[in-house]
């Protein structure tokens, strides 16, 4: 599973650095996010539910964040169990630069996904990721929209 | 002969009446006292190392009776699940088997492979407990890849380069001196998709036990259930052979995959001892996609050497075999005794040689379905001969007809171990061109391209062997079992009929064949004959049915007891008419002897058979039952003549098969609504290998068709109406004649429609399933 885009943030690059490390930034912005825990600055654990066709399962997972360079990119890498439902792993490399009209962030992410959700959500994932990643940032881009 | 019932009759199905009406007794509908339900836990891992597993938040579930491990089962001394058919290395070693414990223990090797399962009061609990259930385990890297698993990382301790055996059969020298004349050389690089079976009813098991009696009951879905009884006794040791009884009672199609046994009805008859409770279990859907061994799945390599004017010379096939994570019950015999033998198909090819490589992958295990082995050596002999004709400018037909193997050949001796005894392809194949109408094709063909449409043609001439088997043959080639069928004809007091087979209906109809039979030969009303069978507790011993061997090696046994019955039939016949036995004749219902006008009908002679007045008991036992097992000397050789048009729409890639012609020889024929039923689903099952069916796992070793969300059934509106006729060579060495016709659609019809697809597309091969976008990219390609 691959998915990439792009989103125009109107704010500055630092603005947009710290927000994208901010806990409850994160939290707000995930999809059926339910706890953001801070393991310290470059980890996190959260607990989200998610339905997929028929599956609909809580996730326990880390969030670390790697290759840092700030204020310009960094990579986050994702861990998440579902108990019966199975498992997903992925990172996300997100790059962040500056234009007249404000921050453009680019992201590509990839990832796989195990177990029950495989089995019978394998077709469906690829546009659930997609719908994951595009609400995160734009849930992420709203903050700055009155 | 009884016009509506008798032999040759299209005698509406026994059974029918049951199933249509929702009576059928399938192992979920058999429930026992003190009933509890099982659930297995499944795992996520193509393939891991169990680091350990916690099963007390499972235990801490309401209605949680236990929750069971591998180990437990171990410590227990419970055997691993064995592979019955030993094949031998071209090296001379026998093939290398892993372990395969029932129930996991210290490594898992395909997604859905049972590392623990959870026993309770009610199936949500049992679910609920499943749900807790937690392992942690240590991912390894997962082999997938039919095509490269040798070069993978291995997968057993004990098997080196994921190899199960390297076997081959046939002349190496001859064939490639074959090849070192030809003219023309045709070379195919073929892959046979993998399948999931997909029978209507999911696989289930009841198992109880009798702490009184010391005794085991198992309900299970099995197709042969006495081999089921004697692998839980003597491999599996389970229980003394003796003291389990196991029932298969209605089943809901097999198509092969109920012939193996498996880990669950394993682990449920085990643990109802355990627990002192019966324990249901019923796969559901998603376990069925996951558990049931898939089947083909080979990646071969194959070369058909001819002479210019088009006459076969040899044959090379070189097949590397999927067998998934374990060796299945009959696994490894697919891809070898049931596939390199039949490579032959219905051609005088002089020298072949094939060899196959049976390869271990985290993947489900692969083992026979419907053909079993027979579908991919036809797939490959007919994409072959059809691929080699357009190479050489002949029409496909005329290049089979030079080289079929005349009708006076026979007995013929194939290069590939087998004897065909008998056979007419010429004339299947000329019945089939009439009835497919080959004289309008090139009209046909003009109407679909003016209407902006690709139309092609196919055929497929496929033999098979089936009738399985003559026991000391395939002993001597490593089968762990002999291949006879019993019967037991019982005849009642009253003169109706109770027959008991070792054979097992999942959807054949035995109970209305057999029961022609039996009303045909002994001329008594086909009502009166009832048919039991799938319980090892009533009938002696059986091997089941799977290679369409119900009525060549079933049927004969009864025929064969049924001769006994009439012999003593006839001894008490003598009796009554005062005369000796050889004086008595039996035709029709009616015991006569030439110095009486007075025939006496089978039930009268039932009658004195039990109510013993007329004839001395030192010399004639009272009673009218008799028993017989039946070897057969040979295999029978089914054969036939497939035509198949497509019509491609070029602007979605979407193929409709636009007529479908099976002309197929199996001899006798005892109902021939039950053979063009048998015929008709088998040609469903081929369509949909050859259009919509593929068995996926991603590259981590996920099923990624693990669903009908995924995995393409065919429906009714994929199918055309059906053009179904019958030539007949009685087989000639059995007593009906017959040869089997259970397999003959799934062998036969994948290449038809893929030779017709490639015709259509003008290109050498497209890979199945030819989906709309797989036929529509290859348009785009033009290759």
């Known amino acids: 599973m691959e998915e990439h885009g792009e989103f125009l943030i109107p704010a500055s690059r630092n603005e947009v650095w710290r927000a994208l490390q901010d806990p409850l930034v994160l939290k707000q912005c995930i999809d059926g996010c339910e706890q953001m825990t801070v393991i310290n600055a470059d980890e996190f654990e959260c607990a989200v539910t998610v339905k997929i066709g028929p599956v609909k399962a809580r996730f326990n997972g880390t969030i670390s964040i790697l290759e840092a360079v700030q204020p310009e990119s960094y990579t986050l890498k994702v861990a998440a169990e579902g108990g019966a439902a199975g498992f997903g792993q992925g990172q996300a490399h997100v790059q962040l630069h500056e234009t007249n009209e404000g921050t453009r962030l680019t992201y590509a992410v990839e990832g796989s996904i195990g177990g029950k959700l495989a089995q019978i959500g394998s077709r469906l994932i690829q546009s659930f990721s997609r719908k994951m990643a595009r609400s995160f940032f734009e849930s992420f881009s709203k903050q700055w929209v009155a | ?783």
């Open chain 2, 1 to 783: 002969m009884n016009a509506e019932t008798g032999i040759g009759a299209s005698a509406l199905r026994k059974e029918d009446a049951r199933f249509i009406t929702g009576k059928g007794q399938y192992t979920d509908d058999i429930n026992v006292f003190g009933q509890t339900f099982c659930v297995f836990v499944r795992s996520p891992h193509a393939r891991a190392k169990i680091k350990s597993i916690d099963t007390a938040s499972a235990m801490a579930v309401a209605g949680v009776i236990r929750v069971f491990t591998g180990d437990e089962l171990t410590a227990d001394g419970i055997g691993d699940l064995p592979c019955g058919w030993v094949v031998t290395s071209k090296d001379g070693n026998p093939m290398v088997a892993p372990a395969h414990p029932p129930i996991a223990t210290e490594f898992v090797n395909y997604v859905g492979e049972p590392y623990a399962f959870v026993v309770a009061e009610t199936l949500q609990a049992a679910r609920d407990g499943a749900e807790a259930v937690s392992a942690d385990f240590e991912v390894l890297e997962a082999v997938v890849d039919t095509g490269t698993a040798t070069s993978s990382a291995q997968i057993h301790e004990n098997v080196a380069n994921n190899q199960a055996y390297d076997w081959e059969l046939g002349d190496k020298d001859a064939t490639d001196a074959a090849f070192a004349q030809a003219d023309h050389v045709t070379s195919l690089d073929i892959v046979n998709n993998r399948l999931i079976p997909n029978a209507i009813e999911p696989r289930a098991a009841l198992g109880s036990y009798d702490a009184a009696s010391q005794t085991y009951t198992l309900y299970t879905t099995s197709q042969n259930p006495h081999v089921e009884r004697v692998v839980l006794a003597l491999f599996v040791q389970v229980a003394p052979e003796a003291n389990l009884r196991v029932i298969s009672p209605d089943v809901g199609g097999g198509f092969g995959s109920k012939i193996f046994v498996y880990a669950e009805e394993t682990a449920v008859i085990w643990a109802s001892a355990k627990i002192g409770r019966p324990i249901k279990w019923r796969a559901d859907r998603s376990e069925s996609f996951l558990s049931d061994a898939h089947g083909r799945d080979h990646v071969t390599k194959a070369e058909l050497a001819l002479s210019s004017s088009g006459e076969m010379l040899g044959l090379r096939v070189k097949t590397i075999a999927n067998m998934g994570a374990y060796l299945s019950t009959f696994s490894s015999s697919v891809p070898t005794y049931l596939y390199g033998t039949l490579m032959a198909g219905q051609y005088k090819t002089p020298a072949i040689y094939v060899e196959t490589q049976a390869v271990f992958t985290n993947t489900a295990p692969v083992d026979a379905y419907r053909g079993a082995g027979r579908p991919e050596a036809t797939y490959v002999v007919e994409r072959l001969v059809e691929t080699a004709a357009r190479e050489l400018g002949m029409d496909p037909v005329e290049l089979r007809r030079i080289n079929f193997i005349p009708t006076d050949a026979f007995p013929y001796q194939t290069p590939v171990a087998l004897q065909y005894d008998t056979g007419n392809y010429a004339a299947s194949m000329a019945k089939a061109l009439e009835l497919a109408d080959s004289d309008g094709y090139m009209a046909r063909k003009a109407a679909s391209e003016a209407a902006g449409k690709l139309r092609g043609r196919g055929y497929s001439c496929y033999i098979e062997a089936c009738g399985l088997a003559p026991s000391q043959l395939v002993l001597q080639l490593g089968a762990g079992v002999g291949l006879f069928e019993s019967a037991e004809v019982r005849v009642d007091v009253s003169g109706s009929v109770t027959v008991m087979t070792g054979s097992h209906s999942h959807g054949q109809g035995h109970e209305t064949t057999f029961a022609q039979l039996v009303s045909d030969r002994l001329g008594i009303p086909f009502d009166s004959v009832n048919v039991i069978h799938g319980d090892t507790g009533r009938s002696d011993y059986g091997l089941g049915t799977y290679g369409s061997r119900s009525i060549a090696v079933g049927g004969s046994a009864i025929d064969k007891a049924l001769d006994k019955i009439i012999a003593k039939g006839k001894k008490i016949a003598a009796h009554m008419f005062e005369t000796t036995d050889d004086q008595v004749d039996f035709a029709d219902g009616q015991f006569s002897y030439a110095g009486s006008n007075e025939p006496k009908p089978f039930a009268e002679i039932a009658g004195a058979a039990y109510i013993p007045a007329v004839y001395p008991l030192d010399e004639l036992e009272p009673g009218l039952s008799e028993k017989a097992f039946y070897d057969p000397s040979n295999f029978t050789y089914p054969a036939g003549s497939y035509v198949c048009e497509v019509e491609i729409d070029p602007t979605t890639g979407e193929t409709d098969i636009a007529k479908f012609v099976a002309v197929d020889d199996f001899g006798n024929v005892i109902n021939p609504m039950i053979v063009e039923g048998q015929v008709h689903g088998g040609i469903a099952q081929g369509i949909g290998q050859a259009l919509l069916e593929h068995g996926i796992y991603d590259s981590s070793g996920n099923l990624a068709t693990g669903s009908y969300m995924d995995y393409a059934m065919p429906r009714a509106d994929d199918l055309p109406d059906f053009q179904v006729d019958m030539t007949s060579t009685p087989c000639t060495h059995n007593p009906l004649g017959v040869k089997g016709c259970g397999e003959a659609g799934a062998i036969g019809s994948p290449a038809a429609v893929m030779n017709a697809i490639t015709d259509a597309l003008g290109v050498k091969d497209v890979s199945m399933p030819a989906t709309p976008q797989t036929v529509w990219q290859t348009i785009q390609q033009g290759t």
